[in-house]
């Protein structure tokens, strides 16, 4: 009798080590277990640690509540401005609801990869090239609100989406590099011209106060030949421009310096005063008189020169007549006198 009470209490110890064994399961701190008992969702969703299951009537399924990082494979697409780019992303998103992940959808990972490759192909369409490149924050913005609003429904939850790279055709890369060669050139000569326009400013202001005090010139000369001597030169060759002392000499006499005359150009020929013509010898008895075809004036002359005693007053309206052949034969302008 005994050795059969013993056999049946091995045979239920046998039994309900096997059932605890079958029965027992293990969540991890990172995991939730979603029960399905009978193919119904159980309410409960096990938390990490030990837990028991029902053998052969519940399932439980380990949903893992870790960050998940997907990349996204390079999408082909054409952009807004028709240039064709290559753009791969990466994603990163968690679950947030384990029975929304394990009953709303098949497998979200597979579901969220490829919303993640057909938002991708969308913003690539809706984007400029020069957005690609420069503003990528507000692009990554759009493409994780594209991808949560459907993952919302299968409890899963989109932390962060960048894009990783942009892969451009050779032509374009070599026309860019163009435009950012001519860039910059423009920049340089703008940089070099405003450099120009300084520094052209700073010397007017110093030729303007080495024109108040003349001696400045020559201590600025001193310099620049000691400043010349300091490179061990054993030869020293300075031009010295004759007419910088001309101009010296005309400021310490205080007269105003006279622009100098270039090499390459002949000084101007100053016009020799003529010798002044000898006036001929007149007979103050004689008086020379020219007329012309202007009519006489009516007032009467104030400054004319009194005749000599003897000679009788010239009346106009009392002219010898003369007759046509003399009058062709005469010039009316032809000076004549009379004694």
Do not use: C
Not at 270 to 286: F, G, L, T
């Amino acid at each position: 009798m005994v050795q059969v009470l013993m056999i049946v209490l091995v045979a239920v110890l046998a039994g309900g080590l096997l059932y605890s064994m079958a029965a027992a399961r293990v969540v991890k701190q990172y995991e939730r277990g979603v029960v399905l008992r009978l193919g119904r969702l159980h309410d409960a969703v096990r938390l990490p640690g030990f837990t028991m299951i029902v053998p052969g009537v519940d399932r439980l399924r380990k949903v893992n509540m870790q960050i998940v990082t997907m990349p996204v494979p390079a999408q082909d697409g054409i952009t807004r401005d028709n240039v064709t780019v290559r753009v791969d992303a990466v994603i990163y998103f968690k679950v947030v609801d384990p029975a929304s992940a394990v009953i709303q959808v098949e497998d979200y990972r597979f579901a969220v990869s490829q919303m993640a490759q057909t938002s991708l192909r969308s913003i690539i369409g809706k984007s400029d090239l020069d957005d690609l490149l420069s503003d990528r924050e507000k692009l990554n913005q759009g493409l994780e609100l594209m991808i949560d609003s459907p993952a919302v429904g299968w409890g899963v939850q989109i932390d962060r989406v960048e894009i990783k790279d942009v892969s451009l055709p050779e032509t374009m890369k070599r026309s860019m590099a163009r435009q950012a060669e001519a860039d910059r050139e423009r920049r340089a000569r703008v940089i070099n011209a405003d450099a120009e326009l300084q520094a052209s400013k700073k010397l007017a202001q110093a030729a303007q106060q080495m024109s108040t005090q003349p001696a400045a010139l020559q201590l600025r000369l001193l310099q620049t030949v000691v400043a010349v001597a300091a490179e061990k030169n054993s030869t020293l060759v300075l031009p010295f421009p004759v007419e910088l002392l001309r101009f010296l000499e005309r400021a310490q006499q205080g007269q105003e310096p006279k622009p100098p005359v270039d090499a390459g150009q002949p000084a101007p020929e100053q016009p020799a005063d003529p010798p002044p013509a000898e006036a001929p010898a007149m007979d103050p008895s004689v008086t020379e008189q020219t007329f012309t075809d202007r009519p006489l004036p009516d007032a009467p002359l104030t400054d004319a020169v009194p005749e000599p005693d003897g000679v009788p007053e010239f009346d106009p309206e009392v002219l010898p007549e003369l007759g046509p052949e003399e009058q062709s034969g005469r010039s009316r302008s032809r000076p004549f006198t009379r004694h």
